[in-house]
């Protein structure tokens, strides 16, 4: 996942090296873990007028199939959009205090990530109470699901787009030399915060009147009790982060963003002092331990990208929570 949302697991050896946390900041982190609470599904990482996806039924014998099927649909549809301009018209004009244009490729990636795909029937969980305490909802299977299996998707109703400023063409690469780059000098780093533009897209299914201000994507609404937008994001490649409305909760085939991680606690209950006796380093390593020992599934992107799926990691039973790890960076950058 993204900074925001990282939900791909990290050497514990390597953020040790990699982060150099300070004692403030470990407090920082332990005080944001006890002090806040969790959103009702805790992640940190369009519609299409079309009648080319046939409807996917409930029968899931033959899962790779499906899975197989649906990719062949979202790379077919992202040819139409390729040889229809008028079609990516809609993500185009979310582009427009862009400082940089967008390719066709980028518009029909961005224009399916952004949706949710009608009449997959993918009907094989629910939304309920978490076993996760301060969770609030989560995702629970309705039938026996296999490791390896699709269970369902993750929305993107919004999708967060981190597009790199130093992107070097074609013509500019051959006088490029990193060596030229001094990273060791102050000003390098204080150029860091100018590296990377952030522009939030919508789908065309989300009503403009549940659409939120950019501010409220990445601070929520304090008055309101809303967190961040940003809390249900999940990553799908090093650009884009899809992220779920958790109002929009009537489609079981687009359930993803409702899957929580099971280790969240051990973030949650780890106060300051516990924090600063016991090391950031061994909290690290508890919580990775006991996240990968409760999940059951992991985000992945299927059709080069075109689509996140949750699929299982292992055997999943009826009734039984469907949870994922979000990891370590989540935990350390979650404010609520």
Partial sequence: MSPRCCCSLMSVA??????????????????????????????????????SIDSINNDHSNNDSAVAQISRTLQDIEKDLLANPSKLQPILEQHDDDDREPTPN???????????????????????????????????????????????????????????????DDEEEEDFDEEDIDFEDED?????????????????????????????????????NVPPLTSYAAS????????????????????????????????????????????????????????VELSNARHKPIADGLHLGTFASKDIKKGEEVMVTYGPDYWMTFEG
């Fill in 14 to 51: 390597a953020i040790a090296a990699a982060s150099l946390v300070t004692r403030s900041s470990v407090l920082f982190c332990a005080s944001a873990f006890i002090l806040n609470p969790l959103p009702s599904a805790h992640h940190r990482t369009i519609s299409i007028h079309h009648s």
């Fill in 188 to 224: 390098y780093y204080d150029e860091e915060a100018d590296y990377v533009e952030e522009v939030v897209l919508w789908g065309e299914h989300v009503d403009t009147s549940d659409r939120l201000e950019e501010d409220e994507v990445f601070d929520g609404i304090v008055a309101e």
């Fill in 236 to 291: 799908v490649d090093d650009v884009y982060s899809v992220m779920g409305m958790p109002i929009l909760d009537n489609n079981p085939a687009y359930y993803g963003h409702f899957a929580n991680d099971g280790a969240g606690h051990i973030a949650i209950q780890t106060g300051v002092a516990d924090a600063a006796r016991r090391g950031i380093e061994e909290i690290i390593s508890s919580y990775v331990s006991e996240s």
């Fill in 106 to 168: 980028e518009l029909a990636k961005e224009t399916l990530l952004s949706t949710r795909l009608p009449n997959l029937q993918l009907n094989r969980t629910r939304i309920g109470p978490s076993t996760v305490d301060g969770a609030g909802r989560g995702l629970f299977a309705t039938e026996d699901i296999a490791k390896g299996e699709l269970i369902t998707f993750y929305p993107g109703d919004a999708l967060l787009c981190e597009y790199s400023e130093l992107e070097i």
